[in-house]
């Protein structure tokens, strides 16, 4: 896989610039002029209760969602663009979402599906596979310890298998940023080890990684800032180590809670 350390040239725009960002849904405001700047390569944690506004977010970076017009302005870049297609996006950033793993709840084989990362579909069809692309697949299976379920459908696969193989979809675009949807949801204590150990990998390798979660403990030690997100506003943003309080957590999520933290790693107790 390749190391993004070792690019020549860095595009000196922000990663994602948004200003006073406002989406409704029916009747409900899902984002409330949210203002958020990430730089390219940053490794972010927003973390947020259940109904933050969190996939809300993820469904406006990936154009899913829209905001409004706003009397104050509204800035609403990716890499410094105001328009982009799905073609600059998936070259800037790769996304999984639980969204995503139901749509891949279907008989093909996991290889397939990777592949399908180069054509943004959900399988092959009558599409154009190269020998480069295979051996693109192949490499990012074995690097995502993965390769041995190339010919297992993906239904038959466990969560964090099939989770870590739609990360590999993500990744054969060789994207600088990585944005991960609640990505621990159902998984148990060894498929949890296992997946932030590809996640440490991962960021390690060079590529930035935006974690969007409920957990504290999804917050691998590699990521540096912290974003608490609720009720459809940014609450709070800066180191992890400021961010990640007593007082903070407890406030965030409404409960009592003592923050520990144990070599990097992050976790709640007292609730």
């Known amino acids: 896989m390749k190391n993004h ?7 000196e725009s922000p990663l994602l610039e948004f200003v006073n960002i406002t989406v409704i849904k029916g009747d409900t405001t899902v984002l409330d002029s949210v203002s958020l700047t990430i730089a390219e390569g940053e490794n ?13 977010l993820i469904k406006t970076i990936n154009r899913e969602y829209y905001p409004i017009a706003s009397e104050r302005g509204v800035t609403f870049r990716i890499r410094g663009k105001d328009n982009w297609d799905v073609f600059d996006l998936r070259a800037a950033i ?3 979402s639980n969204d995503l ?16 990362g180069f054509f943004s579909s959900i399988g ?3 599409h154009k596979v190269t020998p480069a692309m295979e051996r693109k697949a192949d490499g990012l299976m074995e690097f995502l310890r993965v390769a041995h379920l190339r010919d297992r459908p993906m239904t038959t696969l466990s969560s964090g298998e099939a989770r870590r193989v739609l990360i590999a979809r993500a990744l054969v675009h060789e994207p600088k940023t990585l944005i991960l949807d609640e990505p621990t949801n159902s998984l ?6 296992t997946f932030r150990a590809t996640l440490q990998k991962i960021a390690n390798d060079g590529t930035g990684i935006i974690m969007v979660t ?3 403990h999804d917050i691998i030690p590699e990521i540096s800032r912290v974003i608490l997100m609720k009720d459809g506003r940014f609450v709070a943003d800066g180191r992890k180590q400021e961010i990640l309080t007593d007082a903070r957590i407890g406030g965030l999520f409404g409960v009592p809670v003592r923050v520990k933290e144990d070599g990097g790693w992050y976790y709640a107790t007292g609730y």
């Open 214 to 216: 409920h957990n504290l």
């Open 101 to 116: 793993q139901f749509s891949f709840a279907r008989d093909l084989p996991a290889r397939e599906a990777v592949i399908s």
């Open 5 to 11: 350390k070792t690019r020549e040239k860095q595009d």
């Open 124 to 126: 092959l069809f009558m």
């Open 188 to 193: 148990d204590l060894n498929a949890l080890h």
């Open 44 to 56: 972010v944690a927003i973390l947020g209760p259940n109904g933050a506004g969190k996939s809300s």
């Open 94 to 96: 790769g996304i999984v």
